[in-house]
């Protein structure tokens, strides 16, 4: 059984430019989750989906960042008109449920490492 | 507001025991967690506490959990190289999203 798979494991963008960040989550796992790691900080969690649906939206930046998880492919993290503030290293997460039981255990993939020129 | 707090750094020399620090605000958690990372890698779920627990064994690894206080602690048995790593203290909030301290890294001296 295959991990959680992002691609790609790095990601160069030009300032204005956009970038498409993919997660394919474990098989059987309908929960996803993207979290950012700034340079030298801690992951800080950015939106939570189900298939089709977005469940928890708190930590994505208003403008220019959008997320889906459609019924069919994996999850996209999308970022528009990229900025140098937006280079870090964005994590996907998925789990077989959620809630407080330990089947939401929230399993993470490689990363994408976006660079900002 | 949710907040995790951990020391920022820790060297130890091979065979000490180490011990990270960690305290947190937001108690409504039902786990709490240690991840590890290792350069340039992905994260790695290294143990959990229930939060009815006050400790956790696992092989090298204890975890102590002080509720009233708010304070989290991993300790590694006899420290190995190749435990060096950044250790994130994390506990769940609503929704399910994980709440990450700040990391703290682990140097270790052979």
């Known amino acids: 059984n295959a991990g959680v798979m992002q691609n790609p494991r790095h990601l160069v963008r030009r300032r204005g430019q956009e970038a498409r960040l993919r997660c394919s989550p474990m098989?059987?796992?309908?929960?996803v989750y993207w979290y950012r790691q700034l340079p030298e900080e801690g992951l800080k969690f950015m939106v939570y989906?189900?298939?089709?649906?977005?469940?928890?939206e708190s930590g994505m930046p208003k403008e220019r960042f959008s997320a889906e998880f459609p019924k069919e492919g994996p999850s996209i993290l999308r970022i528009q008109q990229v900025v140098r503030g937006d280079s870090a290293a964005y994590f996907c997460?998925?789990?077989?449920?959620?809630?407080?039981?330990?089947?939401?255990?929230?399993?993470f993939g490689p990363g994408t490492r976006l660079t900002v020129l | 507001g949710e907040d995790v707090e951990q020391s920022l750094f820790l060297s130890v020399r091979e065979g000490d025991s180490s011990v990270i620090n960690c305290t947190y605000t937001?108690?409504?958690?039902?786990?709490l967690y240690w991840y590890k990372q290792e350069p340039g890698a992905g994260l790695q779920l290294l143990t959990y506490?229930?939060?009815?627990?006050d400790m956790k064994q696992d092989q090298r690894l204890t975890v102590l959990l002080n509720k009233k206080d708010k304070h989290l602690s991993l300790r590694i048995a006899d420290t190995q190289t190749g435990d060096s790593a950044i250790y994130f203290c994390?506990?769940?909030?609503?929704?399910?999203?994980?709440?990450f301290g700040t990391g703290t890294l682990l140097a270790v001296q052979p």
């Open positions: 989906l189900q298939k089709e649906n977005i469940i928890d």
């Open positions: 997460a998925s789990s077989l449920r959620t809630g407080t039981s330990l089947s939401g255990e929230q399993f």
């Open positions: 937001d108690s409504s958690s039902t786990y």
């Open positions: 994390v506990h769940g909030g609503a929704t399910n999203k994980l709440i």
């Open positions: 098989k059987g796992h309908s929960h």
């Open positions: 506490i229930f939060s009815n627990m």
